[in-house]
């Protein structure tokens, strides 16, 4: 039972460039999330979807795009990389109606 | 909008003292309070989840309180130990379905020998 799987762990990309991060779980959990995390910001929900199918805007979704391909998958793409997109990106999933999330590991992303 | 603070920042104690952490915030309408821990380089793992109709919950050496009237909640851990060392953060939760967490920035602390 793996829980949370983020891929990759680390990646560098330049200005402009574009690529997806990928999430997935096998807990058989209905809602998955995808938060940034910034030094003195704390962790901020980008994009959140409550069940395959279906996926809402959170905080901050300006320059993403996600796309739920199944119970267990959940992806977050860049498609023109910025360096304010430098940061730590975290995968989460939840019974729809239960309150505990289970993250992820993280992606350490650097836009230069 | 929902804003949670968390005070102090940063804590280092000697081993084997009590201490607590704080976590605030600023609409009371929520639908529980949770605790995280965050060690180095790693995903947050669930500590405490508070509903909004409890005061408090408990695990092991852990305790967690909820104000709501006030906008508060403290967790404290007992006796403290090195492997307490992490960064612990509170996020709040505004409803039951597909729930969206508000996290505060964390109190990052270190226990000494």
């Known amino acids: 039972n793996a829980g949370v799987t983020q891929t990759p762990k680390f990646q560098v990309l330049k200005t402009g460039q574009s690529m997806t991060l990928q999430c997935a779980q096998d807990?058989?959990?209905?809602?998955m999330y995808w938060y940034r995390q910034d030094p003195g910001m704390g962790l901020r929900l980008i994009y959140y979807?409550?069940?395959?199918?279906?996926?809402d805007k959170g905080e901050v979704p300006n320059g993403y795009n996600v796309s739920r391909l199944n119970k267990r998958e959940f992806s977050l793409r860049l498609e023109s990389a910025a360096p304010s997109q430098t940061s730590v990106y975290f995968c989460a999933s939840a019974f729809t109606g239960a309150d505990t999330q289970y993250f992820g590991p993280g992606t350490r992303l650097t836009v230069l | 909008k929902q804003e949670v603070t968390q005070i102090p920042a940063a804590l280092s104690v000697p081993e084997g003292e009590n201490l607590v952490l704080n976590c605030s915030f600023t609409d009371s309408a929520i639908y529980n309070l949770q605790w995280f821990r965050q060690d180095p380089g790693k995903g947050l793992t669930s500590l405490l989840l508070i509903q909004s109709s409890q005061r408090e919950q408990t695990s092991g050496r852990l305790n967690a309180s909820l104000d709501k009237s006030s906008g508060r909640s403290t967790l404290y851990i007992a006796a403290s130990q090195p492997g307490d060392s992490a960064t612990y953060l509170c996020?709040?939760?505004?409803?039951?379905?597909?729930?969206?967490?508000?996290f505060g920035t964390g109190t990052r602390l270190q226990v000494t020998l």
């Open positions: 996020a709040v939760s505004i409803t039951g379905t597909a729930s969206k967490l508000t």
């Open positions: 979807s409550a069940s395959e199918g279906t996926t």
């Open positions: 807990m058989n959990h209905n809602s």
